[in-house]
């Protein structure tokens, strides 16, 4: 039987997304936020688009938080480890500069992206609310990744090491969290 199918499964699937994207988006603030920390002094320049994404982020995670309270569905288990790695993940990267930290962003947000758009097909007519929460964030999502795109720099090294690690990486977190 297909999970959507399922009554079980169908009123537990929107609650269960939402507390991974609730996760994700902690790891995100942090993610930027140590970006912008670090980037103070390897690129300032940085400094106001990382602090405006962590405000995106951190309007994304509210919205989920109200979702998950409303829903009354517990937080996601793997809520902390998103919220420290995502710190580690952003020191980590900002201290190798702006393509780092632009290569950081393409790579989870092109996940997140991904994950969204197939979320929005799961959620369609199953629970109004989740699908709201979902669609409310994917403009933004997409703005941070084209943003980020933009500041690649043809021909640097980080790129081509970060973006798969970071992609592999954020979707074993988010394979992780829906199994928690």
């Known amino acids: 039987m297909h999970a959507l199918t399922h009554p079980v499964a169908a009123r537990t699937l929107p609650g269960r997304l939402i507390k991974v994207n609730h996760a994700g988006e ?6 930027y936020r140590a970006q912008a920390l670090v980037c103070r002094l390897t690129a300032p320049n940085l400094v106001p688009q990382l602090r405006e994404f962590r405000r995106h982020e951190e309007g994304h ?16 288990r793997s809520y902390h480890f998103c919220g420290v790695g995502g710190y580690v993940l952003g020191f980590i990267t900002a ?41 409310a964030i994917v403009d933004e ?3 941070h990744h084209d943003s980020a795109n933009l500041e690649l ?28």
């Open 95 to 135: 201290l190798f500069g702006k393509s780092a930290v632009a290569a950081t962003t393409v790579a989870v947000e092109s996940v997140v992206l991904r994950h969204l758009e197939h979320q929005l097909h799961q959620l369609a007519g199953l629970d109004q609310a989740a699908h709201a929460s979902v669609t």
């Open 153 to 180: 720099l043809q021909g640097k090294i980080w790129p081509r090491i970060l973006m798969p690690i970071v992609s592999g990486a954020t979707e074993f977190v988010i394979w992780m969290g829906l199994k928690l």
């Open 141 to 143: 999502e997409r703005e």
């Open 26 to 31: 902690h790891g995100a603030v942090n993610i």
């Open 61 to 76: 995670r509210e919205r989920f938080r109200v979702y998950l309270e409303q829903s009354r569905v517990r937080r996601c």
